[in-house]
């Protein structure tokens, strides 16, 4: 069992319908999760992290977090095409192990 | 502010040649990190410095590699004898340790080994 798994797509969502991305992580230790997009030859940029259970809302995009269930997901409301892009899933354990997923591909169809 | 800087951004060398890669962080950012990216592994954390010390080296594929980070302000990847299967984009990221702190990543280096 992969640490990190998220679907790999391309998903593929219609403009301005609401993208969701998924992601199960295997360490019950990941304390904080981060969401990292990546435009193709580009490098990640952060787009939000959670801490605690329950969504957390950053304009368009709400992650959502289930320790117990070892799940945590990224919701895009009002999909754009500059949202086309992999989203990268990033459990914390400690301090500073990050174990990324290898991502899932979001194309958003205008 | 200047972001994570790396060089160089594109490296194509031949197989046995020593490669060195370098990364200036965010100043004030006292944790660095070295991770590689293939399309089959992903994002894979090579190397983990906090003050310049070298914290956590597991991730290093082989002793063909090796990481320094002689200041808070430069770090160096070395690959020597370098194959073909080091090809891959290698990114820099570097972050505050206190808190949850995210990281910042550098544009990266691609690096072909012919």
């Known amino acids: 069992q992969k640490e990190v798994e998220q679907n790999s797509g391309p998903l593929s969502v219609p403009e301005g319908a609401i993208a969701s991305l998924n992601c199960t992580y295997s360490?019950?230790?990941?304390?904080?999760f981060f969401w990292y997009r990546q435009y193709s030859g580009k490098s990640p940029e952060l787009i939000m992290f959670?801490?605690?259970?329950g969504d957390k809302e950053d304009g368009r995009f709400t992650a959502q977090l289930n320790k117990a269930s070892q799940y945590v997901s990224l919701l895009i409301r009002d999909s754009q095409p500059s949202d086309s892009a992999t989203y990268l899933c990033?459990?914390?354990?400690?301090?500073?192990?990050?174990?990324f997923g290898t991502g899932t591909r979001l194309k958003v169809l205008a | 502010d200047a972001g994570v800087i790396q060089s160089p951004r594109h490296e194509v060398t031949e197989m046995g040649q020593e490669v060195t890669l370098r990364c200036k962080p965010i100043?004030?950012?006292?944790?660095l990190f070295w991770y590689r990216q293939t399309m089959m592994r992903g994002l894979e954390l090579l190397i983990y410095f906090n003050n310049n010390v070298p914290i956590d080296d597991s991730g290093m594929p082989e002793d063909r590699f090796s990481a320094k980070m002689p200041n808070a302000s430069f770090s160096t990847l070395k690959i020597q004898p370098s194959e073909p299967r080091d090809s891959a984009v290698y990114f820099c990221a570097s972050s505050f340790s206190e808190g949850i702190q995210p990281q910042h990543f550098g544009d990266g280096t691609r690096l072909s080994i012919l």
């Open positions: 100043s004030g950012h006292n944790s």
């Open positions: 360490d019950r230790g990941s304390q904080s």
């Open positions: 990033a459990p914390r354990s400690g301090t500073y192990k990050y174990i």
């Open positions: 959670i801490y605690s259970n």
